[in-house]
């Protein structure tokens, strides 16, 4: 069992920057964050394995950046250029088989999930 905390939500205004920070209690070889719009279902913003390069959606590509520090299992997410579609509860997530890829922001049953940090972008 993994336990994660996520930190760094608020509100901004369209246009600004949010960091989010996720702090994992042991390792798994891929981390990402997960984020679901009010009434929407989940979807994937990033994920990065250990070594390589970052994976992000397209909806969040050239905005968002993702930074990982393997010895002290943290993940980061930097927003910026933020949009009020941006809004979202945001998780962070870790997984560790590359067969998860495709179901680990749909499920808790192929990844571990923090309980999720509150972003809001007024227009």
């Known amino acids: 069992q993994v336990q994660l905390m996520e930190s760094g939500g608020g509100s901004v205004q369209a246009g600004g920057s949010l960091r989010l920070s996720c702090a994992a209690s042991?390792?798994?070889?891929?981390m990402g964050w997960v984020r679901q719009p009010p009434g929407k279902e989940r979807a994937w913003v990033a994920y990065?394995?250990?070594?390589?390069?970052?994976l992000y959606a397209d909806s969040v590509k050239g905005r968002f950046t993702v930074s990982r520090d393997n010895a002290k299992s943290t993940l980061a997410l930097q927003m910026n250029s933020l949009k009020p579609e941006d809004t979202a509860m945001y998780y962070c997530?870790?997984?560790?088989?590359?067969?998860?890829?495709?179901?680990?922001?749909?499920?808790?049953?192929?990844?571990?999930w923090g309980q999720g940090t509150q972003v809001t972008v007024s227009s």
């Open positions: 997530a870790v997984f560790s088989s590359p067969s998860a890829v495709e179901c680990w922001y749909k499920s808790p049953d192929c990844a571990f």
């Open positions: 990065t394995g250990s070594a390589g390069s970052p």
């Open positions: 042991g390792y798994l070889y891929y």
